[in-house]
């Protein structure tokens, strides 16, 4: 059993949530108050003096994290004290999964361009994180790579891993790969040049010109910038408006 023990109260406010969002069992308890039998788990505050059983696992939680407390005291419930991986399934909106041992913690679905800050806010505390990356959509794969700081990457061949989504499962392929992704050993890897294809810089041009109000799309050039990471497709877009200006402002070469 858990037991939460604190006078903190927004400790107090932020862990019951994350206990009763996740359908643990608990209960709570003033500081001073007797024990229940059956406590395996005490969440206190950090800093904050309480009393304990002997025998009953501590968990010194930050009222700013409480679900790292939750995850901590869930870990210690189970016996488990697993590394934290990150799992990630490359795509416009990346499938992402943290792993501490075999449970999964927390799932994510996010624009590529915010997954890097995902992994850095999940790994912060860990004391020995791995990120894992499958192998497909390379280009948006290798920009996330280039922006994660300061934790081990591998490279993971995804083959297989997206499920069969049954009935009332629909978007959930991204992160579930991503758990599975998590759970294969992939190569070391610091980063990842990709030089884009032919196919994939016209996949890029067509989605500039989806995304024009003139219908138009951007040059080779720009989308070889978007493919590298520099610009967004709205930022290639307004670039290319501008140098069209440009050549229409030229001088005429008529008058002369």
Partial sequence: MIVVATDDF????????????RGVDFTTIEPAEE?????????????????????????????????????AAIDALRGESGRTVVGIDP?????????????????????????????RREVEDAADPVVRIGDGARLVGSRVI???????????????????????ARGMGDVLAAANIARREGEAIA???????????T???DRSREASDTNRAIDAELARR???????????????????????????????
Avoid: C, M, N
């Avoid at 505050?45 to 930050?62: N, Q, T």
């Fill in 146 to 168: 280039d922006d994660i700081e300061d934790v081990p990457v591998e490279l993971v061949d995804e083959t297989g891993t997206t499920p069969y989504l049954g009935s009332g």
């Fill in 203 to 205: 996949r890029i041009k």
């Fill in 91 to 119: 795509g416009e909106r990346p499938g992402i999964a943290v792993l501490h041992g075999e449970t999964v913690v927390a799932a994510f679905q996010v624009p590529a361009a915010e997954a890097a800050e995902v992994v």
């Fill in 35 to 71: 024990w229940p039998d059956d406590t395996d788990v005490a969440v206190v505050a950090a800093g904050e003096r309480v009393e304990i059983p002997d025998g009953v696992e501590l968990v010194s939680a930050d009222p700013e994290r409480p679900r790292r407390a939750v995850e």
């Fill in 226 to 256: 978007v493919a590298a990471g520099e610009l967004t497709i709205e930022e290639a877009l307004a670039e290319h408006g501008e140098e069209s200006v440009q050549e229409d402002s030229g001088p005429d070469p008529t008058d002369r």
């Fill in 191 to 201: 980063s990842r040049d990709i030089e884009p294809t032919a196919g994939e810089l």
């Fill in 10 to 21: 927004e400790l107090y406010h932020g862990v019951v949530t994350e206990l009763r969002d």
